[in-house]
Antibody, heavy 120, light 106 residues
């Protein structure tokens, strides 16, 4: 059974770069057939898709965040990562990684999420 | 593409039939999914392709619609169904979510 687990600092200072890792267990990212996404949820608010990466390394980012986002994949470690630069308090949120099968595009497996607070 | 859910919240009793609506700002064919989220937990996929039930999801959940208007129906509300529900469009990037509908106990 595939599981996703996010990890990273829970507190980031304004203007710095937020860095998170998502470790995939029970399945291999390099087997293909899935988009691996980052999604965030501001406290008490709805869901915002940040971007995805395919095992080949191809990416697509939300235009609203594109200038600040980098998503990478490390197939040797079976991990994907998120970097969000120049963070502000508006980036405070729970960050999830999620898997979407290529045919459907719906997010069928999610990590538990990790809360990141941007504050000095 | 903007998704508007209605109502934003509702109160219902165990055993009630509940319907949640999601309207897209432009046609999205059947590229719509529904999720359930409980407090402090990640969303859970219920339905994709507008009406296909995700494996393991009770048959009390059903989805319908195409184009711009979609519905999620819970035929008989169970205690574990009290949660917030989100629709999501997969027709075009970026994927977007509705604002959510909170289902509370009456």
């Amino acid at each position: 059974q595939v599981q996703l687990q996010e990890s990273g600092p829970g507190l980031v200072k304004p203007s710095q770069t937020l860095s998170l890792t998502c470790t995939v267990s029970g399945g291999s990212i390099s087997s293909g057939g899935y988009y691996w996404s980052w999604i965030r949820q501001h406290p008490g608010k709805g869901l915002e898709w940040i971007g995805y990466i395919y095992y080949s390394g191809s990416t697509y980012y939300n235009p609203s965040l594109k200038s600040r986002v980098t998503i990478l994949v490390d197939t040797s470690k079976n991990q994907l990562s998120l970097k969000l630069s120049s963070v502000t308090a508006a980036d405070t949120a729970v960050y999830y990684c999620a898997r979407a099968p290529v045919p459907t595009g719906a997010f069928d497996i999610w990590g538990q999420g990790t809360m990141v607070t941007v504050s000095s | 593409i903007q998704l508007t859910q209605s109502p934003s919240s509702l109160s219902a009793s165990v055993g009630d039939r509940v319907t949640i609506t999601c309207r897209a700002s432009q046609g999205i064919s059947s590229y719509l999914a529904w999720y359930q989220q409980k407090p402090g937990k990640a969303p859970k996929l219920l339905i994709y392709a507008a009406s296909t039930l995700q494996s393991g999801v009770p048959s009390t959940f059903s989805g319908s619609g195409s184009g711009t208007d979609f519905t999620l129906t819970i035929s008989s509300l169970q205690p574990e169904d009290f949660a917030t529900y989100y629709c999501q469009q997969l027709n075009s990037y970026p994927p977007t979510f509705g604002q959510g509908t909170k289902v509370e106990i009456k």
